[in-house]
């Protein structure tokens, strides 16, 4: 989210610079050979990076801000913007008795330490960690719907794998699983010339993990094949550089008449391509009123594209053809 408000800022026509904590940008989600392109790729488009520095001290006035660092600089601004990411608020948990630790506990179930009470969102550590993402909340509270109304007493919270898309103007990454460690073949590819970078990791024929920064035809065939647990092609090269050996670009996501209902295209709501398809039959006529109605494309706004080039068609298809 800095990274994005940063490039809009500069996109703006501001001096943006970020202050990071990390030696690399995006830890989480990139190695440090993506990471570095990626400050590159920024600086090209207006956004200075300082990496590894700390914020020490603020002072703000009517002139403007100035933000003081460990390394002994002080930035001095019109704006700051902070992007703090998510840390629960678990007082009233751990006062209540309840087990806490990043954040409050809960089990498949998202029950607490006490049966009683339930939690899910950014309060809630299934695992190792809380998501601070919107569509696990989603999920969550579908489970724990199902549970309280009794539809279905056997709802468990299973965690999706999650693909982040970084979404600002002059900049195409996505990264999906843990492509950096684990079992499995890897294959890398950098061409720092061009900013462009992949990076996937293959286990049982199917994609564990993946960075693509810059230019990559096959992104969303990767994005795909990720998201469905799809075994991969027998030519690797076609995901790693967008092409084939013989030059052919890798084959590019499926066109929704080859989608199956079940694909998944918000992942942030969880609206599938058939939810779509019925929200379409059941008088929605207009990509306005498809997104009122599903919630497809009110997260992060990433698959608005998608879910407008799925209303074309359907608007072009005949309505007894279509899901055939």
């Not at 990454?173 to 900013?195: C, H, N, Q, V």
């Not at 779509?276 to 919630?295: F, I, K, N, S, Y």
Request: hydrophobic fraction near 45%; include cysteine.
């Amino acid at each position: 989210l800095g990274l994005e408000a940063a490039r809009g800022l500069a996109a703006r026509g501001l001096g943006v610079a970020v202050v990071h904590r990390v030696p690399y940008l995006m830890e989480r989600q990139l190695d440090a050979v993506a990471a570095t392109m990626l400050a590159g790729t920024l600086a090209d488009l207006g956004v200075t990076t300082h990496l590894a520095v700390t914020p020490t001290a603020l002072a703000a006035d009517a002139s403007g801000v100035r933000l003081e660092l460990s390394d002994g600089r002080c930035l001095d601004a019109d704006l700051l913007v902070l992007a703090c990411g998510v840390r629960p608020e678990t007082a009233l948990a751990e006062a209540a008795g309840l087990a806490v630790d990043r954040g409050v506990r809960v089990d498949d179930r998202l029950r607490t330490g006490d049966p009683r009470v339930s939690a899910i969102g950014d309060c809630a550590q299934h695992g190792s960690a809380p998501t601070g993402l919107v569509a696990p909340a989603w999920a969550q509270a579908r489970v724990v719907a199902h549970l309280l109304t009794g539809e279905d007493p056997s709802a468990r919270y299973r965690p999706r794998p999650v693909v982040t898309r970084l979404k600002a103007a002059g900049i195409d990454l996505a990264s999906m699983g843990d492509p950096t460690g684990g079992p499995g073949e890897e294959l890398t590819f950098a061409d720092p010339a061009r900013g462009t970078y992949a990076r996937l990791r293959i286990h049982d024929e199917r994609l564990a993990g993946a960075i693509l920064l810059g230019d990559n035809p096959s992104v969303g065939t990767v994005v795909q094949l990720f998201d469905r647990g799809q075994p991969v092609p027998a030519d690797r090269r076609a995901l790693l550089l967008g092409r084939s050996l013989g030059g052919a670009v890798a084959a590019p996501a499926a066109s929704p008449a080859l989608m199956p209902d079940a694909a998944t295209v918000c992942q942030c709501n969880t609206v599938s391509k058939g939810a779509l398809v019925a929200c379409w039959r059941g008088g929605a006529r207009t990509v306005d009123e498809v997104v009122a109605r599903t919630r497809a494309g009110t997260g992060c706004g990433g698959c608005r594209d998608a879910v407008a080039g799925i209303v074309d068609w359907l608007s072009r298809s005949d309505p007894v053809e279509v899901g055939r």
